[in-house]
């Protein structure tokens, strides 16, 4: 079976400055993407990931300027997480207090430590340090020096009314293992080293969520290309009885939907062709990219669009 983790997050925010801001400056990410929501070519779509625009490193974001806040509750991603070396959490907590970012006290969970923040439109983020991953590549940005810097994604939490079906599909079609239980979250696994942790949380008395700023879309999981993720699809219907989308072309990765039994919004989005395939890698988010759809368009989408420098 394919073992696979996360291929991206992707958000909902307010003003598309002051996400770029706090995405590129205070938590250190590259910009590596600035391309429009293929589906409302008025809004941007950013891409924030590592310096190479890796799977299993990308948080993305739809900011609207004028946003009704989300409400946290059943059906939706609870906790985006980043791994970082165990020893930089000190200096994270001196860095979200100097950003006025709200976070709370370190905990212990499954033997990490756990520093959850929030970003400025009340997105639910953690910073996770994790042993032993000090000599993995990193890359200084922001004023982040690259001993402290953000590693891609540990995984995320969704909060479910029920888990017992979503369990199935991450075991089933993601290749995820189930690795223990602690405080109400059961810990679900892949041997990927980024993105490869999935916690769901069940509370079956929860109030739906409502989608808004600071709220996640959609998460998505890797396939390494349309065969694999043609497998996954089969298998989706086959064996849990749930269609996909038809496959989209998202430029950089092709993408088939699902909402999942707890009512979360996931993707499987193929790792090709990748970030680098219209513009080279030294040089990733810096000009406004566009499908090749939109491009006749491109004029009046660059009027519309917010300025964000
Ligand atoms: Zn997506």
New binding site residues.
């Given amino acids: 079976m394919t073992s696979v983790g996360l291929h ?1 997050v ?1 958000a909902i925010s307010g003003p598309a400055r002051r996400n770029l801001g706090f995405y590129t400056e205070t938590l250190g990410l590259r910009l590596i993407k600035k391309t429009v929501n293929f589906d409302d070519p008025g809004t941007y779509h950013l891409y924030y990931g590592d310096e190479g625009g890796q799977p299993g490193t990308i948080l ?1 974001f739809f900011p609207w300027n004028h946003v009704a806040p989300g409400k946290p509750g059943s059906g939706e991603t609870q906790e985006t997480a980043f791994r970082v070396p165990r020893a930089a959490i000190s200096f994270w907590l001196e860095r979200l207090v100097a950003a006025g970012a709200p976070h709370e006290a370190p905990v212990a969970r499954f033997g990490e430590t756990v520093l959850a923040f929030k970003d400025p439109d009340g997105l639910s983020l953690a910073l996770v340090g994790v042993d032993g991953i000090e000599d993995e590549p990193a890359f200084a940005a922001g004023g982040v020096p690259a001993a402290h810097a953000i590693r891609g994604f540990h995984g995320i939490s969704l909060l479910l009314r029920d888990i017992e079906a979503t369990a199935g599909i991450l075991r089933d079609v993601f290749g995820f293992t189930q690795e223990g239980q602690e405080n109400g979250r059961t810990r679900f696994r892949v041997a990927e080293r980024l993105g490869g942790v999935v916690d769901l949380q069940a509370d079956e008395n929860a109030p739906s969520g409502r989608m808004g700023g600071g709220s996640v879309h ?1 998460v ?1 999981f890797r396939a390494a290309d349309d065969a694999v993720q043609a497998a996954m699809v089969r298998k989706l219907s086959q064996s849990h009885g749930i269609r996909t989308t038809e496959q989209l072309d ?1 430029c950089y990765f092709r ?1 088939v939907y699902f909402r999942e039994p707890g009512g979360v919004l996931f ?1 499987i ?1 193929t790792d090709i062709p990748g970030f680098a395939v219209d513009e080279p890698l030294a040089s990733l988010g810096e000009a406004l990219k566009l499908p090749s759809f939109l491009e006749r368009d491109r004029a009046r989408i660059e009027k519309v669009l917010p300025v964000l420098a």
């Fill in positions: 991206h992707t993305t959609h998505a998202r993408s993707e989005a």
